[in-house]
Antibody, heavy 117, light 104 residues
Framework: QVQLQESGPGLVKPSETLSLTCTVS????????WSWIRQPPGKGLEWIGY???????NYNPSLKSRLTISLDTSRNQFYLKLTSVTAADTAVYYC???????????WGQGTLVTVSS | EIVLTQSPGTLSLSPGERATLSCRAS???????LVWYQQKPGQAPRLLIY???SRATGIPDRFSGSGSGTDFTLIISRLEPEDFAVYYC??????FGPGTKVDI
């Protein structure tokens, strides 16, 4: 079965770039969409964006100017880069697989990223 | 961007009772693209319902979804202790509602 695992720094300084990797096992990234979703502590879920296996992307308009999602099918990994971070970007970041009709499953376990000096 | 509103914010019920959760969209959403998730503390969300009314694999039949257009509903027919959690709706793999907490 498909499993996803996020990795990356748990602490990022304000104004710097947050970079995360999602490694997919048990399946191929050469199909489906691949999503990033975040959840600030104690708050709800926020869709960040997703990338199709062809490389086309769809981003949350509120993050679009700072966001890049990319995919390396040879490594079965996809990536998140969020520039110019502030404390408001502190959250648990989840990677997940998105189907063509929008359901998201499975999810990674999530990784907490804290923005602080 | 379509905005999803969920009500109530919190639903206080007892095991065995029926829970009715609402998700309303700011504009019409295709039923094919309306999804419900359950999230427990410290865990990733779990897919419950997709296509507004289809249960995901392994989801018990006490969970049911319905609706169309801008109004969608998740019903838990008889609450089990493990059902006390936060429930989110999502449209087209994009925006989420703010969630409904079902607690005792």
């Amino acid at each position: 079965q498909v499993q996803l695992q996020e990795s990356g720094p748990g602490l990022v300084k304000p104004s710097e770039t947050l970079s995360l990797t999602c490694t997919v096992s048990g399946g191929s990234t050469s199909s489906y969409y691949w999503s990033w979703i975040r959840q600030p502590p104690g708050k709800g879920l926020e869709w960040i964006g997703y990338i199709y296996y062809t490389g086309s992307t769809n981003y949350n308009p509120s993050l679009k100017s700072r966001l890049t999602i990319s995919l390396d099918t040879s490594r079965n990994q996809f990536y998140l880069k969020l520039t110019s971070v502030t404390a408001a970007d502190t959250a648990v970041y989840y990677c997940a697989r998105r189907s063509i009709i929008g359901w998201v499953d499975p999810w990674g376990q999530g990784t907490l990223v804290t923005v602080s000096s | 961007e379509i905005v999803l509103t969920q009500s109530p914010g919190t639903l206080s019920l007892s095991p065995g009772e029926r829970a009715t959760l609402s998700c309303r969209a700011s504009q019409s959403v295709s039923s094919d693209y309306l999804v419900w998730y359950q999230q427990k503390p410290g865990q990733a969300p779990r897919l419950l319902i997709y296509g507004a009314s289809s249960r995901a694999t392994g989801i018990p039949d006490r969970f049911s979804g319905s609706g169309s257009g801008t109004d969608f509903t998740l019903i838990i027919s008889r609450l089990e202790p493990e059902d006390f959690a936060v429930y989110y709706c999502q449209q087209n793999g994009r925006t989420f509602g703010p969630g409904t907490k079902v607690d005792i």
